[in-house]
């Protein structure tokens, strides 16, 4: 990050704020100084930030304090994330004018720029203790809030949660949520013109177990 002698933001002492309060510092990054541009919304909604994109070598990221991240449910039980440790991050490798050749070029994206599991296994594991995850880590998913295939960032902390199993869910069966088929039908629209990228991430982020009927895709 860089210092200048000029008075913080609001929304970067907010920031710093919450980076202080993380764990034990792991690998380089400062998770304040990723992203403190923040991309323009949809209709006057919350800006979503901006994080590093795409890495040739990831490091374990610092996540919230122990206990700090509470999860919410809605009405069904659907797991929500905690809006304040996980708002979302957006990759700044994928714009609107550039989706053919990212998210919907043909042979895929996700698989070039997704961390290895060694750094995510170890950032699940202390993302699990900021929200007081408790059960099998099996069954939970280590989720990029806005996924890959809608240009979330691939390993910013303020993009991924631990994401516990839907209700119902059998105990050891792995993971199954009924998150992903929404980020795929996402993905589809966005790749279809149907949507907007910026629609598409903003849906997700205010709350995906309503994205798809938010933007009519139901």
């Not at 995510?120 to 880590?137: D, I, Q, V, W």
């Not at 960032?153 to 993971?175: F, I, M, Q, T």
């Not at 279809?192 to 598409?200: C, E, S």
């Amino acid at each position: 990050m860089r210092f200048t002698r000029h008075v913080a933001s609001p929304a970067l002492l907010s920031c710093l704020f919450l980076a202080g309060c993380s764990s034990v510092p792991l690998g380089t990054s400062d998770p304040s100084s990723s992203g403190a541009a923040e991309s323009g919304a949809p209709g006057g909604a919350r800006p979503i930030a901006v994080g590093a994109g795409p890495q040739k070598k990831y490091t374990v990221q610092r996540q919230p304090a122990a206990g700090s991240c509470h999860y919410r449910y809605e009405k069904k039980g659907e797991p929500l994330e905690d809006p304040q440790c996980t708002p979302g991050a957006i990759s700044p490798a994928v714009k609107q004018a550039n989706l053919k050749s990212t998210i919907c070029r043909k042979g895929g994206y996700t698989s070039g720029v997704r961390p290895s599991t060694y750094i995510t296994g170890k950032e699940k594991k202390l993302n699990a203790t900021s929200y007081g995850f408790t059960g099998s880590m099996r069954d939970a998913e280590y989720d990029h809030l806005i996924s890959l295939q809608l240009g979330g960032d691939p390993n910013d902390y303020r993009n991924l949660w631990v994401e516990p199993a839907d209700p119902g869910h059998k105990k050891g069966s792995g993971v199954n949520n009924a998150k992903d088929p929404v980020e795929t039908k996402l993905h589809t629209a966005v790749c279809a013109g149907k949507v907007t990228l910026a629609q598409a991430q903003q849906a997700i982020v205010t709350d995906w177990t309503t994205a798809l009927a938010t933007l009519g895709l139901n």
